[in-house]
């Protein structure tokens, strides 16, 4: 299979084109070459361009489907789908769980989905969501019987750019940190997050050009407990840590912003956001959907930080003296 894959070269679109490799496919990238411009795989053919203006570069190319891991402002996402309706057959559009509207359930693929105006062209975080929506309209209007929606949660593994999950395995290994003290935030017997290897996510979108599914998959692993993961962390390291439990309310008192000031932590006290960890995944779990042991993403992330200490400090997480006021210490 020729897989055209716009972007990859970062992240989810580097995952999916080592994959594609070791599946035999082949694989042509069309960017910009301004992220990452050092990322060039061998065997992989690469058209620098930029979608916005220069699809003309791509016209002698033929393809059996594109992957589109960077559409988030729908005019320029329809340019895409018009160009590519009469050059493929499938069109693979990464969208994002964020589209969901309401977020005090959990949602299934006919959840209701935020709305913004199909003229909006800066993408913010209260639009982006919605933007998404709209662009998924867009590729099922060019593409309505082979269009492929995947909306995944949140992407964790090596070569993360966010920092936001890989800030607990590695701050597990802060032995000196708070004199060996760490806080976890919520309660061990409830507090869990969803999260998806970037790997996972790739062989899913994999599987799913060869297997020809189409419509929308709401792509994300099973909840993690928290204290599973920090267990599974620690266990990386020849040493412990002394984990103090900080209840929701007791955070929010001291001003702590989910999300923002403490990655992946969703309060279920905010019960407009009671959903945002219980996505139903069960189609894509029928379809084909695997994830790989929680050990091993956590194994492989610490590896890939252990390889580029440059990645230090993390850009996501509480600094020290955060950490240490969230405590009270």
Not at 136 to 159: C, N, Q, T
Not at 181 to 199: C, H, K, Q, Y
Request: proline fraction near 6%; hydrophobic fraction near 40%.
């Amino acid at each position: 299979m020729h897989i055209l894959i716009i972007g990859g070269r970062q992240f989810l679109g580097r995952a999916i084109i080592e994959e594609a490799i070791k599946d035999g496919h082949v694989i042509t990238m069309f960017n910009r070459g301004k992220t990452h411009p050092e990322y060039a795989p061998e065997g992989v053919n690469i058209i620098l361009g930029d979608r916005v203006k220069e699809l003309h570069l791509l016209d002698n190319l033929q393809v059996d489907c594109i992957i589109d891991t960077c559409g988030y402002i729908p005019s320029i996402v329809e340019q895409s789908a018009q160009y590519f309706s009469q050059r493929a057959s499938i069109y693979c559009f990464i969208s994002t769980l964020s589209v969901y509207d309401d977020l005090s359930i959990s949602n299934d693929e006919s959840g209701r989905r935020a709305y913004c105006s199909p003229e909006e062209t800066t993408v913010t975080g209260e639009n982006y969501g919605a933007m998404k929506a709209h662009c998924e309209d867009i590729i099922m209007k060019y593409f309505p019987e082979s269009a492929i929606i995947l909306r995944p949660g949140l992407l964790v593994g090596p070569h993360d750019p966010t920092d936001r999950f890989t800030y607990w395995p590695v701050r597990c290994g802060m032995k000196h940190s708070l004199n060996g003290n760490m806080l976890a935030p919520g309660n061990p017997n409830t507090s869990a997050w969803e999260f998806i290897d970037v790997r996972d996510m790739a062989l899913f979108t994999l599987h799913a050009l060869k297997s020809a599914l189409k419509g929308v998959y709401n792509v994300t692993g099973p909840a993690k407990h928290v204290e599973d993961i920090l267990t599974e962390s620690m266990g990386c390291f020849e040493h412990s840590l002394q984990i103090h439990w900080v209840s929701d309310e007791d955070l929010l008192a001291k001003g702590v912003i989910p999300w923002n000031d403490l990655p992946l932590w969703i309060p279920d006290t905010i019960p407009g956001l009671w959903g945002f960890h219980r996505t139903n995944c069960k189609k894509a779990i029928e379809a084909g959907l695997t994830i790989r042991p929680l050990q091993e993403t956590i194994t492989d992330l610490l590896e890939w930080i252990h390889a580029h200490p440059e990645r230090l400090p993390l850009k996501a997480g509480p600094s020290e003296e955060q950490e240490a006021r969230y405590l009270g210490l």
